[in-house]
């Protein structure tokens, strides 16, 4: 399956999963559920928010657009979520409101030694 290009060809979870990021703007998501490749709310995962006390970051200019283009990073996301299917993403860290990096728990039957 081709990875979309566009916000609105997202699943309403993949598309939830965008919003949280861009409404974070900078820090983590902890503990996301993944199943059937689409991340589950329930129960919430964590979210942690990096502040910055000393400027202001606003708010992402895509947040209030029904459809825009992804970025390569949130493609990449989707992606992993394809390949995970059922499992857990222990930590996603939140960048300017894009996903930067992910840890993604594996069982070691998964893992190639």
Known sequence: M??????SQLSA??????RLFQSINFGQ?????VQNGDPVFHPEP???????????EG????A????????????????????IKQGRIERIEVRAGIPRRV???RRMTEVAL
């Open 2 to 7: 081709a990875t979309p290009d566009r916000f």
């Open 13 to 18: 979870p993949r598309q939830a999963l965008v």
């Open 29 to 33: 998501v902890l503990g996301i559920v």
């Open 46 to 56: 964590t979210v942690l928010l990096d502040v910055k006390l000393d400027a202001d």
């Open 59 to 62: 708010i992402r200019q895509e």
């Open 64 to 83: 209030d657009l029904p459809d825009f283009a992804l970025r390569d990073e949130v493609r990449r996301l989707m992606s992993r979520l394809e390949g």
């Open 103 to 105: 840890v993604i728990e």
